[in-house]
């Protein structure tokens, strides 16, 4: 019997349900959740029972990996410690989840702009970005004139209020450390050109 993580009452959850609901029509086989954790890993898993999911960890981030492991048992989750920015994925994905990653990339020594080319470089037809939007380290007009001058869609945009606001101390944003608290989600479903 799998076991997944309780996300019901999670804002994600919520969030994730209202942009995955435009897939309805759509066979969802195969998903990379780039940049992975246990809410976003079980929250795939519930609302696509017929799928695999790829949940990609920095190498060495246990407190990423170990949540995967202990907190869901599915022969459908398969995790894959990778460093994102260096790693070329050849596998093709139906769907591409990017679920509060983007700001993290300073974490790792990774720059923004790298780490979304490279996951918009993932073979994937479907892909979900999903942050914060207060996180300065997010560059939400880079990424809507990216998806625009690549050929992208936006199927959806969705702005989600967080019903509990974490602060964040001391970020470092470029050269600077700023705090901030996540007021607010950003979500996107993006579809890729038929022609990439």
Same mark, same amino acid.
Request: hydrophobic content about 35%.
């Given at each position: 019997?799998?076991?997944?993580y309780n *996300?019901?009452?999670? %804002? +994600? @959850?919520?969030?994730?349900?209202t942009?995955?609901?435009k897939?309805k ?5 195969? %998903? %990379? ?8 890993? =079980? ?8 799928? *695999?999911?790829d949940?990609?960890? !920095? ?7 170990n949540?995967?492991? *202990?907190?869901?048992? =599915? @022969?459908r989750?398969?995790?894959? $410690?990778?460093? %994102?920015? =260096?790693?070329? &994925?050849?596998?093709? !994905?139906?769907?591409?989840?990017i +679920?509060? *990653?983007?700001? $993290?990339a +300073? ?13 918009m470089?993932i ?10 939007l207060? @996180?300065?380290?997010?560059h ?5 004139? !990216?998806?625009?001058?690549?050929? &992208?869609k936006i199927?959806?945009k ?8 974490? +602060?964040?101390?001391?970020?470092k ?6 705090? &901030?608290? =996540? ?10 050109? $038929? @022609?990439?």
């Amino acid at each position: 019997m799998e076991k997944l993580y309780n *996300t019901k009452n999670s %804002i +994600h @959850d919520k969030a994730l349900k209202t942009l995955i609901k435009k897939l309805k029509n759509v066979q969802v086989k195969k %998903i %990379i959740d780039a940049g992975s954790g246990k809410t976003s890993a =079980s929250i795939m898993l519930k609302y696509f029972p017929t799928a *695999t999911v790829d949940a990609v960890v !920095y190498p060495g981030d246990n407190r990423k990996k170990n949540p995967l492991l *202990t907190a869901i048992g =599915s @022969d459908r989750l398969n995790v894959i $410690e990778a460093d %994102i920015c =260096s790693c070329c &994925f050849r596998k093709k !994905y139906d769907l591409c989840l990017i +679920h509060m *990653t983007l700001g $993290e990339a +300073h974490h790792f020594g990774n720059h923004f702009s790298d780490l979304f080319h490279q996951l918009m470089d993932i073979k994937a037809k479907y892909f979900i970005i999903y942050d914060i939007l207060e @996180d300065p380290n997010v560059h939400y007009r880079y990424i809507e004139q !990216y998806l625009k001058e690549k050929g &992208f869609k936006i199927l959806k945009k969705k702005k989600f209020k967080n019903p509990n606001p974490e +602060h964040y101390p001391k970020v470092k944003a470029d050269k600077y450390k700023l705090e &901030f608290d =996540s007021k607010h989600y950003v979500g996107y479903l993006v579809s890729r050109s $038929e @022609d990439k």
